[in-house]
């Protein structure tokens, strides 16, 4: 519920409503369509004049975000695409803001998945209810996407865009990065990475290229190797191990499925997040208490 009594909901459906009505179609150059680029400015634009000082320091124009900040963003993370989803991903993507995420990922990609103008317009939808929500939104792989919606970052792997090309384009929109290894963490955050997302944590259906599965054993070992920057685990991630994931010093849960296969995509979102929360003020408690055994 936003401030001013309004639900995430309702205002998805103004969104959706506001995208339905359909004008004649002109293509610019790049294939998109004058109405859809003006809807997404207009859509962008309200959300900048509305939106918290907290969107406005992400959206890049106070600097790079700060690890602090970041941690707190990263403590429940929906990565979602259309095809992740048992019903409308705008619905699921609501949904799981109402119930705690803090941030979303649009990774639309593998067949069945949207492309073109069905694409950009599902991303500046989930772009703005993030915003409406006090969430993130990072857009997965595509720079292109990421700066026509004005995301608030990009997510990319091993197999992607060097980090540092990614950086160069992206300016001081967010940048995660997918790693395992120490090596590849440092030379990820080297080159501008504001997160890292390690992982499969667990075995995983929903990526099936994944890399090996690592168990909660890598968190730790990144941690004892001096990787101190701000880490999402991801893969396999239920509510049953959210807690296991934050022990191994993780500062949040990325998960697909967990949420967008739930039948209450709030309710799962919901245990999530208070799984999370109380597994990171257990490990604060016991940091502090060792600090105070010095
Ligand atoms: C938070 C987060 N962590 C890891 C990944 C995986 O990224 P990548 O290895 O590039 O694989 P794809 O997701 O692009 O298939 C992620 N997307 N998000
Ligand atoms: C995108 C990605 N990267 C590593 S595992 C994974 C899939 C996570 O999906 P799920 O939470 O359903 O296991
Ligand atoms: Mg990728």
Known sequence: ?????????????????????????????????????????SVNQGLIDNGTEENRECVG?????????????????????????????????????????????????????????????????????????????????????????????????????????????????????SAITACEARSAIHQGADYLGIGPIYPTSSKKDARAVQGPQVLKTLRAQGIAAPIVGIGGITAARAAEVVSARADGVAVISAITQADDAQGAAATLKREVLRALASSSSASASQGSEA
């Open 1 to 41: 519920m936003n401030e001013d009594g309004t639900s995430v909901e309702a205002i998805a459906g103004e969104i959706v409503r506001g995208y339905m009505r359909e004008e004649p179609r002109e293509k610019d150059g790049m294939g998109k369509s004058k109405q859809e680029v003006n809807k997404l400015k």
């Open 61 to 177: 124009i106070h600097g790079r975000i700060s690890s602090d900040r970041m941690r707190e963003y990263l403590q429940l993370y929906l990565v979602v695409g259309s095809v992740d989803c048992k019903e409308d991903p705008v619905k699921v993507v609501s949904e799981a803001l109402e119930g705690g995420a803090t941030l979303v990922q649009f990774r639309e990609k593998g067949p069945g998945s949207l492309t073109g103008e069905a694409r950009l317009e599902l991303a500046g939808r989930l772009r703005a209810l993030c915003h409406s929500a006090g969430a993130l939104f990072i857009v997965n792989d595509d720079v292109e996407l990421a700066l026509a919606v004005d995301a608030d970052g990009v997510h990319i792997g091993q197999e992607d865009e060097a980090a540092d090309c990614v950086r160069a384009r992206i300016g001081e929109r967010i940048l995660g990065v």
